[in-house]
């Protein structure tokens, strides 16, 4: 949203790096806001006849709202960020935003221009993506559910979507296994801390079912993601079977969103 002190700021950013490195740095602005009048493109102050002044590069996402909505969404992965962003920031602030039921049309109706399914009635099917695509794709599905926030039991229907429209054998779709998968060890949880209770003390088993059941949701769920993303090797099953600290396991379910390397994921559980 635009700021008032906006350019202020940036001139703080730039007057601190050169005061540390003795360098200027180049300063570089993407506006993402809805507020056309909003432009800025310089710092400036003036006092008896002396000036000082910061320009900047400026990018207004705006400004490319005519060009994106002619491209295909997989022609460039800025692009892409790009038309995820006006999209969405067309609807969101009319009334019709508010109502679920219309944020997850409009998040579906994204997703599957993301992961470009095969148009109804094609006979053959879409080729399985390239292990560079899968990576794009899967994150421009996370900077999408981040865009759209949905209500849970739209979350849990567009989850089933998005595992539909992407097939059973490409990358997940992280950020929706990581919810599911939490709320389903809940619920697996409360079933056996239900079926303890009753031997144990209700309270008691209810307690220790829920903290099973979610630690072992967590384990499946990351050795899941693990397998599609690196290949799950016995040892790495093991290694995360064994892990019996949920702050460990959230850690790894955190890192494998972005990491590149199994060791980055591994780490979180050994450490």
Same mark, same amino acid.
């Not at 635009?2 to 740095?25: C, K, S, V």
């Not at 039991?153 to 490409?170: H, I, K, M």
């Not at 809940?186 to 009753?198: A, D, I, V, Y």
């Given at each position: 949203?635009?700021?008032?002190?906006?350019?202020?700021?940036?001139?703080?950013?730039?007057?601190?790096?050169?005061?540390?490195?003795?360098?200027?740095?180049?300063?570089?602005?993407?506006?993402?806001?809805?507020?056309?009048?909003?432009?800025?493109?310089?710092?400036?102050?003036?006092?008896?006849?002396?000036?000082?002044?910061?320009?900047?590069?400026?990018?207004?996402?705006?400004?490319?709202?005519?060009?994106?909505?002619?491209?295909?969404?997989?022609?460039?992965?800025?692009?892409?960020?790009?038309?995820?962003?006006?999209?969405?920031?067309?609807?969101?602030?009319?009334?019709?935003?508010?109502?679920?039921?219309?944020?997850?049309?409009?998040?579906?109706?994204?997703?599957?221009?993301?992961?470009?399914?095969?148009?109804?009635?094609?006979?053959?099917?879409?080729?399985?993506?390239?292990?560079?695509?899968?990576?794009?794709?899967?994150?421009?599905?996370?900077?999408?559910?981040?865009?759209?926030?949905?209500?849970?039991?739209?979350?849990?229907?567009?989850?089933?979507?998005?595992?539909?429209?992407?097939?059973?054998?490409?990358?997940?779709?992280?950020?929706?296994?990581?919810?599911? @998968?939490? &709320?389903? =060890?809940? *619920? $697996? +949880?409360? %079933?056996? /801390? !239900?079926?303890? @209770?009753? &031997?144990? =003390?209700? *309270? $008691? +088993?209810? %307690?220790? /079912? !829920?903290?099973? @059941?979610?630690?072992?949701?967590?384990?499946?769920?990351?050795?899941?993601?693990?397998?599609?993303?690196?290949?799950?090797?016995?040892?790495?099953?093991?290694?995360?079977?064994?892990?019996?600290?949920?702050?460990?396991?959230?850690?790894?379910?955190?890192?494998?969103?972005?990491?590149?390397?199994?060791?980055?994921?591994?780490?979180?559980?050994?450490?």
């Amino acid at each position: 949203t635009p700021e008032t002190d906006f350019t202020h700021r940036l001139f703080q950013y730039a007057y601190r790096i050169y005061d540390r490195f003795g360098r200027i740095p180049d300063t570089l602005v993407v506006l993402t806001d809805g507020d056309s009048r909003f432009y800025p493109v310089a710092f400036s102050r003036d006092l008896l006849g002396a000036s000082l002044r910061l320009e900047f590069h400026v990018a207004k996402l705006l400004d490319y709202k005519k060009r994106v909505h002619r491209r295909r969404i997989d022609e460039n992965v800025f692009a892409a960020v790009t038309r995820l962003h006006l999209a969405v920031q067309t609807e969101r602030h009319r009334r019709r935003y508010q109502d679920g039921a219309f944020r997850f049309e409009l998040k579906r109706w994204l997703m599957r221009e993301v992961v470009q399914t095969q148009p109804a009635g094609m006979a053959q099917p879409a080729r399985r993506p390239r292990p560079d695509e899968e990576q794009r794709i899967f994150r421009l599905l996370a900077f999408l559910d981040w865009l759209v926030a949905l209500p849970n039991e739209l979350e849990n229907l567009f989850f089933d979507e998005t595992e539909s429209a992407r097939g059973a054998d490409v990358m997940p779709y992280v950020t929706s296994w990581e919810r599911i @998968g939490i &709320e389903k =060890g809940l *619920e $697996q +949880g409360l %079933e056996k /801390g !239900l079926e303890q @209770g009753l &031997e144990q =003390g209700r *309270e $008691q +088993g209810r %307690e220790q /079912g !829920l903290q099973l @059941g979610e630690l072992r949701e967590k384990h499946a769920v990351l050795k899941r993601l693990f397998d599609r993303k690196f290949g799950l090797q016995p040892e790495d099953a093991e290694l995360i079977d064994s892990t019996d600290a949920p702050e460990r396991l959230d850690a790894a379910l955190d890192a494998i969103i972005d990491a590149s390397e199994r060791g980055e994921v591994l780490r979180h559980l050994t450490s």
